[in-house]
C-alpha cells in the first residue's frame, strides 16, 4: 500500500533522486561535530518562533486599549495559552544566543573566507534583523517593560547629528511611543521582518548547499595555498553523508535546544518577564530600572560609558558595519587555520570577552 | 543493528508522543473558553425603580445599578469603581453616581466626571418590555 | 474617446474621493492615537513644588515637600493642588481662588478637607465617638492626629497603638478594638501578600485585586466608627467575602502547578529524546554508509 503511494509521487516528482542527491549524496565534512549543527538549530528555532507567533496572533489585539488585556487572556484565559505565550517569550531570547554561538563558531572556523562571503553576510543581516524583531516584539505586549524599554530604543539614534531625530521620529511615528508605534512594530514583527529573514536564510542555505558545507581546516588541511579562482563545490568524500549520519547530529541539537527551553520553562518560566511586565504601560509613570534586554546590556553599556553619545552610537554603527563586511576586510591571503593566526584568534577573543565584561557590567549598572 | 532497531523504535515512539503533547494542548488552543456567566437573564419590575431613583442588583456576582434616568430611559451600570474597586452610589439629587472611598464622579452614562478614574464604569446590556427590564 | 473620458473621470473622482475621506479620517485616528492618555510623556513638576523647594521659602514650608514625598500620596499621584487646590501648571494662578486654591486648613475644618475625597470615612468618623468629640469641644483626635498631614503612610493596624491612642483615654478601649478587627484584618493582609505574588507570576490579578481593594476600604471604612460591637458583627460577613477570594487565589496557584508540572513532563521527554537521537547517532560512527 504504501509502495504504491510512493511510486506514484515517484512518477511525478521524482523522489528518488531527490533524496539520494540531497540527502545521501551530500556530505558533510570529515571530523564535522556538532557544533557545525548550529545553523540548523536556528533554523528550527525561527520556525517554532513563527509557529508560536502565529498562535499567538489569533487572540492578540494591537491595539493599545486592548494588547495588555488580550495577552493577559492568552496567558490565563484560554487554555494552554500560557504555554504558547511562554514559548514564545523564552525561544526570542533563546534564538539570539543561538545565533551568537553559531557566529562565533563560523568565525573561529575562518568559515567566511572565498567564496563564502555572502553567505557571512546574509548571515550577519539575518542576525541584524532578528535583534530587530526581538526589539519590535518588545513592545506588543504593551507592558511597562516594554513600553519603557521602546521609548530609550527609539531615543538613541536621536543623538546621532542631522539624521537621528528623523531616525527616531521614522521608528516611533511620532515623538513619544504611541498607538502609532504599536501599529508599527505590529506590522514589522509580524510581516516585514519575517519575510525579510526567510529570504535572507533561502539565500544562505542555498549558498550552503550549492558550494557545501565549510571543512575544518584542522583536520582537511587546505590542500593549495591559495583559495580557488573558479567555482568548486567541495563534495567531502571523505566525509559522512547527510541522511542519517548528519541529521542525526543535527536532530540531536535540536533536542538539546527543546530541552534547554523547557528547562526553563519549567524552573525560571519568568526569566525573561520582570515584575513590570505585568503591569499595563502607563506613559505617566517611568519603572525604577529600566533595562534592556540581556542581548543589548553590552551595546547600551558602552553607550553609557563613553562620554559622548554621538561617539558611543556610531562606535556601534562601525563595528555592525565591519562585522557584516568583516570577509572582505580579512587579509586576503591568510589562511583559514585559525591556530596558525594568532592575531585573528586574539582579534575574536578579545571581541567576545569585551561582549561579556560589558553585558555582565550592564546586568549590574 | 538490534540495538539500533531498539533505538529507532524507542525514537518513534518517543517522537509520536511528543508530536501528541503539542497537538493536544494547540487544539485546545484554538478553542477559547465560555464566559463565565451562570445567570443569564435577570428580570426586574419597571415599578420598583420610579423615574430619577435607582436600584442595585447582582448579576454574574457582579454589583450592579439599574437607574431609571428621568428623560434618557434605563441604563444598567457596573457599580465597580475602574479606579481601585469600591462601589458607586447613586447621588440622586446630583445625578450622578459617586465612589466613597476617593470621591470619584461619574455621568448617568458612566463616564468619568472627575476623580482618580482613568475608565468609563461598565455598562450591561438590558431589553425593555412592556413592565420588565431584562438584563442580560 | 468618450469612453477614455468617463473612465479618466470616475478614476480621478475616485482618488480625489478618498484623499477626501482620507482628510476626515485623519481627525479620528489623531484623536483615537495621539490625543489619548498614551500620546503624553509625563508631567512637569507642578509650580507649588518649584515654589515650595527653592530657597526663598522657610525650612518649615521646605520639609513639607520632603514629608509629601515619602508619602501614600505621592507614590499614587495624588499631589498639592489635589488637596488644597489652586493650578499647579501656572505659578501666577497656583494660589487663585478662583481655581479652588484652600490653603491651609482650619483645625475644626481638617476633617471636611480630607473628606473631600475620603467621603465615606468622614461620614463614619463624624457619627463616631471621636468625631463628636472633636466637632463639640475640639479636642479629640482629627484625621491628622493618627495620619499625619503630609507624610501620610498606608493605614496599617500599627496606627492603634499605647502610644497614640492615650493621649486621651485608657488603651484597654482600643485594644479591644484592635482584636475585634484582628481576625478580617489578618485574611486581608494574607490575601494582598498572595496577590502580589501571583501578580508577579503572570497571573491576571486584576478583578481580585478589585475585590480585596473594596472589602478593604469598607471595612476600614467601618472602623472609623470606633464600634466595636459594629465591627464585631459584620467581621463574619468580610470573612465570607474574603473566603470567595481566597479560594479564587488557591485556584490560581493551582493553575501554575499545573503549568510547572506540564512544562516538567516536555522537558523528561526532550531529555529522553535527546538521549536516544545520541545513542542513535552514536551507532552510525564510524561511518558505514
Known amino acids: 500500500m504504501w509502495a504504491r503511494i510512493i511510486h506514484w509521487i515517484e512518477v511525478r516528482i521524482g523522489i528518488e533522486e531527490l533524496i539520494n542527491k540531497h540527502l545521501r549524496q551530500f556530505r558533510s565534512p570529515k571530523g564535522a561535530t556538532f557544533w557545525n549543527t548550529l545553523g540548523f538549530v536556528t533554523l528550527v528555532a525561527f520556525i517554532v518562533q513563527a509557529v508560536t507567533g502565529i498562535m499567538l496572533l489569533l487572540y492578540y489585539i494591537p491595539h493599545p486599549e486592548h494588547a495588555f488585556k488580550s495577552v493577559q487572556t492568552i496567558t490565563n484565559d484560554i487554555p494552554y495559552g500560557w504555554l504558547f505565550r511562554l514559548i514564545h517569550n523564552v525561544g526570542g531570547n533563546i534564538i539570539v544566543a543561538v545565533i551568537i554561538i553559531h557566529m562565533v563558531h563560523v568565525f573561529l572556523r575562518v568559515s567566511y573566507k572565498r567564496p563564502r562571503e555572502i553567505t557571512w553576510l546574509t548571515g550577519v543581516l539575518m542576525f541584524l534583523l532578528v535583534l530587530l524583531a526581538c526589539i519590535t516584539g518588545q513592545l506588543l505586549p504593551w507592558h511597562q517593560t516594554g513600553f519603557w524599554q521602546t521609548t530609550v530604543t527609539t531615543t538613541i539614534p536621536s543623538f546621532l547629528p542631522v539624521i537621528g531625530e528623523g531616525i527616531s521620529s521614522y521608528m516611533r511615528g511620532g515623538e513619544f511611543v504611541t498607538g502609532i508605534t504599536l501599529s508599527r512594530f505590529f506590522s514589522f514583527h509580524v510581516v516585514i521582518l519575517p519575510v525579510f529573514i ?37 563534495a567531502h568524500p571523505e566525509g559522512q553523508p547527510c541522511f542519517p549520519h548528519f541529521s542525526l547530529k543535527r536532530l540531536f541539537m535540536v533536542m538539546i535546544y527543546f530541552t534547554v527551553l523547557f528547562f526553563i520553562l519549567t524552573f525560571f518560566p519568568n526569566l525573561f518577564l520582570p515584575p513590570e511586565a505585568n503591569i499595563q504601560a502607563d506613559p505617566m509613570t517611568t519603572p525604577e530600572f529600566i533595562r534592556p534586554a540581556w542581548y543589548f546590556l553590552a551595546p547600551y553599556q558602552i553607550i553609557k560609558t563613553i562620554p559622548n553619545d554621538v561617539l558611543g552610537i556610531s562606535l556601534l ?40 565584561i560589558f553585558t555582565i557590567w550592564g546586568m549590574y549598572s | 543493528m538490534e540495538r539500533r532497531q531498539l533505538l529507532k523504535t524507542s525514537l518513534a515512539f518517543l517522537g509520536t508522543t511528543t508530536l501528541i503533547s503539542f497537538i493536544y494542548p494547540a487544539s485546545k488552543f484554538l478553542v477559547p473558553p465560555k464566559s463565565r456567566s451562570k445567570d443569564t437573564h435577570l428580570i426586574i419590575n419597571k415599578d420598583e425603580i420610579p423615574p430619577g431613583t435607582a436600584k442595585e442588583i447582582i448579576f454574574n456576582e457582579t454589583p450592579l445599578v439599574v437607574i431609571n434616568r428621568k428623560g434618557s430611559g434605563f441604563i444598567a451600570l457596573s457599580r465597580i469603581c475602574p479606579h481601585l474597586g469600591c462601589l458607586v452610589g447613586y447621588d440622586k439629587f446630583n445625578d450622578k453616581l459617586v465612589c466613597p472611598c476617593h470621591a470619584g464622579e461619574f455621568d448617568l452614562e458612566g463616564n468619568v466626571l472627575s476623580g482618580p478614574a482613568t475608565k468609563a464604569l461598565l455598562r450591561y446590556p438590558l431589553k425593555i418590555n412592556a413592565d420588565q427590564i431584562t438584563i442580560g | 474617446m468618450i469612453r477614455h473620458l468617463i473612465i479618466s473621470v470616475t478614476v480621478i473622482t475616485a482618488l480625489f474621493s478618498t484623499g477626501l475621506s482620507r482628510a476626515s479620517y485623519r481627525e479620528t485616528f489623531e484623536k483615537e492615537f495621539m490625543l489619548s492618555p498614551w500620546a503624553i510623556a509625563k508631567g512637569e513638576i507642578s509650580a507649588c513644588i518649584q515654589c515650595h523647594t527653592s530657597d526663598s521659602m522657610d525650612t518649615e514650608m521646605q520639609q513639607l ?52 475625597c475620603h467621603i465615606a470615612i468622614k461620614n463614619n468618623y463624624l457619627q463616631s465617638g471621636h468625631g463628636k468629640t472633636f466637632q463639640e469641644s475640639a479636642e479629640g483626635p482629627s484625621c491628622i492626629t493618627c495620619h499625619g498631614s503630609h507624610n501620610i503612610q498606608q493605614a496599617s493596624m500599627d496606627l492603634i497603638n499605647e502610644q497614640l491612642c492615650t493621649k486621651c483615654h485608657t488603651y484597654d478601649r482600643a485594644k479591644e478594638m484592635k482584636q475585634a478587627l484582628f481576625m478580617v484584618e489578618s485574611k486581608l493582609n494574607n490575601i494582598n501578600k498572595d496577590l502580589k505574588r501571583l501578580k508577579v507570576l503572570g497571573i491576571a490579578t486584576d478583578r481580585q485585586e478589585k475585590a480585596y481593594f473594596r472589602n478593604h476600604a469598607e471595612f476600614r471604612t467601618l472602623f472609623h466608627s470606633i464600634d466595636v460591637d459594629a465591627v464585631r458583627s459584620k467581621s463574619s460577613d468580610y470573612s465570607q467575602s474574603l473566603e470567595i477570594i481566597e479560594s479564587e487565589i488557591n485556584e490560581s496557584f493551582k493553575q501554575l502547578a499545573f503549568r510547572r508540572n506540564f512544562s516538567a513532563y516536555l522537558f523528561m521527554i526532550f531529555i529522553g529524546l535527546s538521549i536516544v537521537v545520541f545513542l542513535l547517532s552514536k551507532s552510525y560512527d564510524p561511518q558505514d554508509g
Do not use: Y
Not at chain 1, 589562511?335 to 596558525?340: D, F, Q, S, T
Not at chain 3, 501648571?89 to 484652600?102: L, V
Open chain 1, 198 to 234: 526567510t529570504i535572507l536564510m533561502l539565500l544562505h542555505v542555498i549558498l550552503i548547499r550549492r558550494q557545501g558545507l565549510s571543512t575544518s581546516p584542522v583536520i582537511e588541511p587546505e590542500t593549495d595555498a591559495s583559495p580557488p579562482d573558479d567555482f568548486k563545490r567541495e
Open chain 1, 317 to 356: 554603527v562601525i563595528f555592525s558595519v565591519v562585522l557584516m563586511f568583516w570577509p572582505f576586510l580579512d587579509a586576503k591571503d591568510a589562511g583559514r587555520n585559525i591556530r596558525k593566526r594568532p592575531m585573528l584568534m586574539s582579534l575574536g577573543l578579545i571581541v567576545l570577552a569585551l561582549w561579556i
Open chain 3, 65 to 116: 515637600v520632603r514629608d509629601w514625598r515619602l508619602s501614600w500620596h505621592a507614590k499614587n499621584n495624588v499631589s498639592c493642588h489635589d488637596c488644597h487646590g489652586g493650578a499647579p501648571e501656572d505659578a501666577s494662578m497656583s494660589m487663585s481662588h478662583q481655581r479652588g486654591f484652600k490653603g491651609s486648613p482650619q483645625e475644626i475644618d481638617i476633617p471636611e478637607f480630607c473628606g473631600t
